[in-house]
């Protein structure tokens, strides 16, 4: 998948810092409403304690046969819980903003969310997610069986 990379500057400084982001330049385009629904479903099961560099995924089905991937690291050495309000921000943003999915960093935070062709897999495997992530590591754990966006 062919990337392009971008860096943001926040405009307000109560906003957390944006480390950097990337647009995937290909591949499947969001529906933006299955997607939010989808962003939702996720940040259900993203959500909680994490510890430092741990990362999660979800993965949620979506009608005619797509597959919305959801990825959400822990950034820094500390553990820290995340909100239901703080995942579905972060996650809307790569939803809205980068029209094939993408990847964002922020101080405390890392999301990635990417539409796919075709049925999620009953489970994730860590092995793929790392192949197709490169910033997922051996911490990754799969925080939800596959579930369905209509």
């Given at each position: 998948?062919?990337?392009?990379?971008?860096?943001?500057?926040?405009?307000?400084?109560?906003?957390?810092?944006?480390?950097?982001?990337?647009?995937?330049?290909?591949?499947?385009?969001?529906?933006?409403?299955?997607?939010?629904?989808?962003?939702?479903?996720?940040?259900?099961?993203?959500?909680?304690?994490?510890?430092?560099?741990?990362?999660?995924?979800?993965?949620?089905?979506?009608?005619?046969?797509?597959?919305?991937?959801?990825?959400?690291r822990r950034l820094g050495g500390t553990n820290k819980s995340i909100a239901l309000g703080e995942c579905k921000s972060g996650m809307l943003h790569e939803v809205t903003g980068c029209q094939r999915g993408g990847s964002t960093?922020?101080?405390?935070?890392?999301?990635?969310?990417?539409?796919?062709?075709?049925?999620?897999?009953?489970?994730?495997?860590?092995?793929?997610?790392?192949?197709?992530?490169?910033?997922?590591?051996?911490?990754?754990?799969?925080?939800?069986?596959?579930?369905?966006?209509?």
């Amino acid at each position: 998948m062919k990337v392009s990379n971008f860096l943001l500057v926040p405009l307000v400084t109560v906003l957390p810092a944006i480390v950097s982001g990337t647009c995937y330049g290909s591949g499947l385009e969001w529906d933006r409403e299955k997607a939010i629904n989808a962003v939702d479903k996720a940040c259900k099961a993203l959500v909680g304690n994490y510890p430092g560099g741990q990362a999660k995924v979800s993965n949620i089905n979506v009608k005619p046969g797509n597959c919305y991937h959801f990825v959400l690291r822990r950034l820094g050495g500390t553990n820290k819980s995340i909100a239901l309000g703080e995942c579905k921000s972060g996650m809307l943003h790569e939803v809205t903003g980068c029209q094939r999915g993408g990847s964002t960093g922020y101080d405390n935070w890392a999301y990635i969310a990417d539409p796919n062709q075709g049925v999620c897999p009953k489970k994730a495997r860590r092995n793929q997610v790392e192949e197709d992530y490169e910033d997922v590591t051996d911490d990754t754990e799969m925080a939800t069986e596959v579930e369905t966006a209509e």
